[in-house]
């Protein structure tokens, strides 16, 4: 316990001789407990790690060392050929270590077989990682057919089993160890067996047997033995634990069966049986006398409950609820006795009986009706009669020889075979006699016994009954009392193999025997196993010393099932001038010369003193702008090849980062280091980057706006451009400017992109800049125009601007139109006139102007002015015609100063028949309807058809010359 990571160092020492006699002659495997059959039990099986806190260990063997001390013993070496040919495996074992690194004596105390007291001490050094590790062993006592009588272990006074620790790791100081009692399991053995001892036809009861000892995987077989009932396994027959439980159907019929269990371990086996009785039965006398008391009949032992009834000429005397009843008898016939019983499985079961009330007394033998030879069975007659006869004839005398007997139980000693016939004569008070007689067969047949099949093992597996099979008997007579085996054992073609004739032996309770052999074929098949050899490996680099067979070997563990193997270690050494290779071959053979060969053990190894030769290399660089990933010492790695004269190399990549924010720098370093550690560096390898993940800010940028209508010059990219600037962080920004044209015919648009993109192409987009202007060159069109007209005369109203603006419509095919009006008066005072101007002006400022709208009109209040007019007057006498309205029309002018006037003319006649006038109305209307009227114009004549008559009259007459005046005709008249 306690120990520490590491190697360490145990010694122990054992008694070599002892008093003048040998002790111990040399250890062996701790479970080497045979011979063991003297002891009477199989061996037992050792757990070294029993009641310790040691859970899946880790095991390590190590073979223990051939003897040193030696004597010549009946012609051979000892201990030497005792250890030769031992039948255990010779090794040590270790649990819950790491490795066993060697096995040595201790020099100095290798022991010395020619003086009275000597020991041997072992050396082991072992390497652990646990607290704990345990070492067993076990010791090969000296006997007397190996060193001869008187020299073996037999002649030592007191314990001859000294074993003792001389140290660990150089303390401790001679502390004996003995063997564990607790490691040592004791064989199996019978504990006890459960169940109910009678039960119920067609019913199933459950026994459980169980055994105490035992090691390792124990299992059990069940067996119905004397089955007189029809009895079967109502569960599985066969099982593994200390325990079995098995169900039976007790089967149809009254009678019985014994139940047997036999339990099988790794160091040993046992039976356990119970015997069962099935279904009910009463017993007691076949007939009872008449009027007798007394009369006692038993049901089966071990039931729960009991329940008599009767009926005919008898009565049950006291309780009916025993196992026993007493019954008195009428004076004549015969009664019933009826028996109700309830088993311990549960089962119930009814049957009866009837007796006879009979003058004879009863008679019936009670016994086997097998009896083993030179056996005394006991036979009884009824119970409570008066007297008993017995006489026996056949194979068989009473007890002191005789053939004649009295009372109620008689003892036979029976012969050595046949058979023999009791008679018994009963007589009882108030009855006559009673005459029974029974013929019993002396068991003299053999039971017949069953091996089990011959078998093949190899030598390291278990030999036990429980491995091999063991055999089954059944007795002619009775049961089997024993069934045991004997071993002899016979060498076979090496020393590993022999055969066991194991004679199986059984005998029954008559001591009848029979015996049956099996041969158990104890073969080595299986070569040594290679339990350790050094795992090879790499040198490393010119190493000093090389492996050699010896060092090898002595790393090399072998163990066989069947003794203890020869190790062989030879090597071949191959590979190259810079890779040299030493390669081990390594094989154990037992004493059946069965060989492994272990898998091949080589050392490689480098002889290289210049370093790798880089054959590729990254040549670094500017990875431009925000590279998504930078190079890392693996992306590195993969980039780089070295190769070196004598083999691989490693190659190892480790950097640093400088530089700026902005401008960064990784640096890589670059080494290769061949397998026998020479460097080689390569030229540093530098990368640099931008580190900008910031796009351009807009310092100045353009409105855009309206560029109004029909703009001569438009914006470009250049000139647009021209004021933007843009100002970077980590570097200058460009800036990049491109247009869209868009809008309507009308009204087009010019969008311009303005992008600011810097070094690591980070790009900044400023907000649109959108320029509008109308590009429209056509003036409107009227759709409706006023036509002008002649408002007549004297208009109440005259158009306006506003009124004739009303008049218009007009429409631009680029936008809302405006329309203006305006006029100009002209004509004359009585024609005026009144001109309109109209234009429509569209958005940009284009003009259409519309046709000159003129309203006239006439101005005149005045009517017209009469120029020329008839005065009318006398017409005289009897007109050669009047005057008519035409032809004073035609007399009549009259003048407008707006125009010419229409003359109208009509007239009306008036006066007597003798002086009629007619008075004309003259009258003048101008264009505005203005009217004069002349004055009347009346003319007047005579309608005289006869003249008048004068009444004076100038006469005329010469006027001379040159009269100052002339008449006239107003003078004349």
Not at 52 to 73: D, E, G
Not at 285 to 312: D, E
């Amino acid at each position: 316990d306690n120990l520490t990571n590491g190697q360490h160092t145990l010694e122990i020492e054992w008694d070599l001789k002892s008093g003048g006699a040998n002790a111990i002659d040399y250890l062996t495997h701790y479970q080497c407990l045979d011979p063991h059959t003297f002891f009477g039990h199989a061996p037992e099986l050792v757990d070294p790690l029993l009641g310790l806190a040691v859970t899946n260990p880790t095991i390590n063997t190590a073979p223990i060392p051939t003897p040193i001390a030696s004597q010549i013993v009946l012609g051979v070496p000892q201990p030497q050929t005792s250890f030769n040919h031992e039948a255990c495996p010779t090794m040590l074992t270790m649990f819950n270590g790491t490795s066993i690194d060697s096995v040595a004596y201790i020099p100095g105390d290798t022991g010395d077989l020619t003086v009275s007291n000597s020991t041997t001490g072992l050396r082991i050094i072992f390497t652990t990682t646990n607290a704990t590790v345990v070492f067993a062993w076990g010791g090969h006592l000296a006997s007397a057919g190996e060193w001869g009588s008187g020299q073996s272990l037999t002649s030592i006074n007191g314990s001859s089993y000294h074993t003792r620790l001389l140290a660990l790791d150089g303390k401790g100081g001679n502390q004996d160890r003995s063997l564990k009692v607790t490691a040592i399991y004791p064989p199996p053995q019978c504990a006890g067996f459960a169940g109910p001892g009678i039960i119920c036809p067609n019913s199933t009861a459950t026994f459980t047997a169980s055994i105490s000892g035992g090691i390792g995987a124990i299992t059990w077989q069940a067996q119905l033995v004397n089955n007189t009932s029809g009895a079967s396994f109502a569960t599985a027959s066969s099982g593994a634990g200390s325990s079995a439980s098995v169900s039976v159907n007790a089967g149809t019929n009254s009678g019985g069966f014994a139940l047997q269990v036999i339990f099988t371990a790794a160091n040993g086996s046992t039976s356990c049986t119970q015997p069962v009785g099935v279904g009910c039965s009463i017993t007691g006398p076949p007939s009872v006398c008449p009027s007798t008391t007394g009369n006692a009949f038993s049901g089966p032992s071990g039931a729960t409950s009991y329940s008599w009834t009767i009926s005919g000429n008898g009565a049950i005397k006291g309780a009916a609820t025993n196992q026993t009843v007493t019954v008195t008898a009428g004076a004549s016939g015969s009664f019933t006795l009826t028996l109700s019983f309830i088993g311990a499985n549960g089962c119930s079961d009814t049957c009866s009986r009837t007796v006879n009330i009979s003058a004879a007394a009863a008679c019936d033998i009670a016994g086997p009706d097998c009896a083993c030879p030179s056996a005394s069975p006991v036979y009884s007659g009824p119970v409570g009669l008066d007297t008993y006869s017995w006489t026996v004839s056949g194979s068989a005398t009473f007890e002191g020889g005789v053939t004649n007997a009295t009372g109620q139980q008689v003892a036979v000693v029976s012969g050595s075979s046949g058979a023999f016939t009791l008679s018994l004569t009963t007589t009882r008070s108030g009855c006559g006699s009673g005459t029974c007689t029974k013929t019993v067969t002396l068991g003299s047949a053999a039971p017949t016994i069953t091996c089990p099949p011959d078998k093949t093992i190899s030598c390291k597996a278990s030999t036990d009954p429980g491995s091999t099979g063991a055999a089954t008997a059944t007795a002619a007579c009775g049961a089997i009392k024993s069934l045991t085996y004997t071993d002899a054992d016979a060498p076979g073609n090496c020393p590993a193999n022999h055969v066991i004739t194991r004679t199986w032996a059984a005998e029954d309770n008559c001591g009848n025997t029979n015996s049956c052999p099996q041969r158990i074929t104890v073969a080595d098949h299986d070569p040594p196993a290679i339990t350790s050899i050094p795992a090879g490996g790499d040198l490393g680099c010119n190493p000093t010393n090389l492996p050699t067979d010896s060092s090898v070997k002595a790393l090399v563990t072998a163990t066989d099932n069947c003794g203890t193997p020869t190790i062989y270690v030879s090597h071949t050494d191959a590979g190259t001038v810079c890779a040299p290779t030493r390669t081990f071959a390594i094989w154990a053979v037992d004493s059946c010369n069965l060989t492994s060969t272990a898998p091949a053990v080589v050392y490689t190894w480098k002889a290289d003193t210049t370093g790798p030769t880089f054959t590729a290399l990254p040549a670094g660089g500017d990875l431009g702008c925000n590279p998504s990933a930078l190079p890392t010492d693996s992306s590195i790695l993969a980039q780089v090849t070295a190769t070196d004269s004598c083999g691989t190399n490693a190659v190892y990549v480790s950097h640093t980062d400088g530089g700026t924010a902005c401008a960064p720098t990784r640096t890589f370093s670059i080494w290769a280091v061949d397998s026998c550690n020479n460097t080689s560096t390569a030229p540093v390898v530098t990368f640099v980057w931008k580190a900008d993940t910031a796009g351009p800010n807009f310092t100045a940028l353009p409105t855009g706006g309206d560029l109004g209508c029909n703009p001569t010059n438009l914006p470009t990219d250049s000139s647009v451009k021209a004021l933007v600037t843009a100002a970077d962080n980590c570097g200058t920004a460009t800036v990049y400017v491109s247009h869209t044209d868009d809008g309507s015919a009308c009204a087009p648009t010019r969008t311009f992109k303005i992008l600011a993109v810097d070094s690591c192409n980070h790009t900044s987009t400023a907000p649109a800049v959108v320029f509008t202007w109308k590009a429209d060159t056509t003036g409107p069109t009227f759709a409706a125009l006023p036509t002008g007209s002649d408002l007549g005369c004297n208009p109440a109203s005259l158009p306006t601007d506003s009124g004739v603006k009303a008049l218009v419509t007009a429409a631009d095919n680029c936008g809302a139109t405006t329309v203006f009006v305006s006029h100009t008066d002209d004509g004359s005072a009585c024609a005026p006139t009144r001109t309109f101007r109209i234009y429509a002006v569209g958005g940009c400022n284009t003009t259409s102007t519309a046709p000159a709208v003129v309203y006239s009109w006439k101005t005149n209040t005045t009517g017209p002015a009469f120029s020329a007019l008839p005065t009318g007057g006398d017409l005289g006498c009897n007109p050669a015609s009047l005057l008519t309205d035409t032809s004073v029309k035609a007399l009549v002018a009259a003048t407008d100063s707006c125009g010419i006037p229409a003359v109208y003319v009509s007239y009306i006649d008036s006066g007597t028949a003798c002086a009629p006038t007619r008075t004309f109305r003259i009258w003048a209307v101008g264009d505005c309807n203005t009217t004069s009227t002349a004055p009347a114009v009346v003319y007047s004549w005579k309608a005289d058809p006869s003249g008048p008559s004068f009444t004076a009259l100038p006469t005329g007459s010469d006027l001379g010359c040159n009269p100052t005046t002339l008449p006239t005709d107003s003078s004349v008249a």
